[in-house]
């Protein structure tokens, strides 16, 4: 045990960093990045209390479902934020993006459009991983303690996404991209109207 905790001490920030790297490819902006990076320490909130729910100890097993629960965090948060673009540039096309209330307006309907989706990813999550926890074979202890932070991760990083998301997102555009006023359309790139 602790010539591995020794190891996760270098393994656990390589995936972090590697997470952040394949997020600034995918979203081209350091700021997206991080929002996105955001959910990790909420998610693992909820991993912490349901593994003391449950009384598991740290242990490998937990480590490595830690570490796949940062990847679910990860890959969620690109959808919601997608679904944010999606609806800010959609308002900045028509022109209607002027003030903080049609930022706002932009914000929730992204945000409502993202919640049955993000709906069936937790359930089918919970689908897959519940089932585990009732588990007796052989490996299920190791098993449990491989799904249970997941569990209780993706629990609190989805109520994160709906509450923490938005707010920041918003907070962001107004501050430094909107500069506290009208979107000037002519200065977005055409491609990056064309990707949203």
């Known amino acids: 045990m ?102 706002k307006e932009a914000i929730m309907h992204g945000a409502v459009k993202r919640i049955r989706p993000k709906m069936m990813t937790v359930m089918a999550m919970f689908m897959g991983l519940i089932p585990i926890m009732w588990s007796m074979g052989a490996g299920a202890d190791m098993m449990k303690r491989i799904a249970a932070p997941m569990i209780g991760g993706i629990f609190t990083s989805f109520i994160m996404e709906l509450l923490v998301y938005p707010p920041i997102y918003a907070i962001w555009k107004w501050r430094y991209e909107m500069k506290r006023g009208t979107v000037d359309v002519s200065k977005l790139s055409i491609p990056e109207l064309q990707k949203h």
Do not use: C, H, Q
């Open 2 to 103: 602790l010539r591995v905790r020794e190891r996760l001490k270098i393994v656990i920030p390589i995936t972090i960093f590697i997470i952040f790297v394949l997020l600034y490819m995918n979203t081209k902006s350091p700021i997206k990045a991080m929002i996105v990076m955001l959910a990790v320490p909420f998610s693992l909130v909820g991993a912490i209390w349901f593994l003391f729910i449950l009384k598991y100890n740290i242990s490998i097993a937990v480590w490595v479902g830690m570490i796949a629960l940062m990847g679910l965090d990860a890959e969620t948060g690109v959808f919601m934020l997608l679904f944010l673009d999606l609806s800010y540039y959609d308002m900045v096309r028509r022109g209607k993006m002027k003030t903080y209330e049609d930022l």
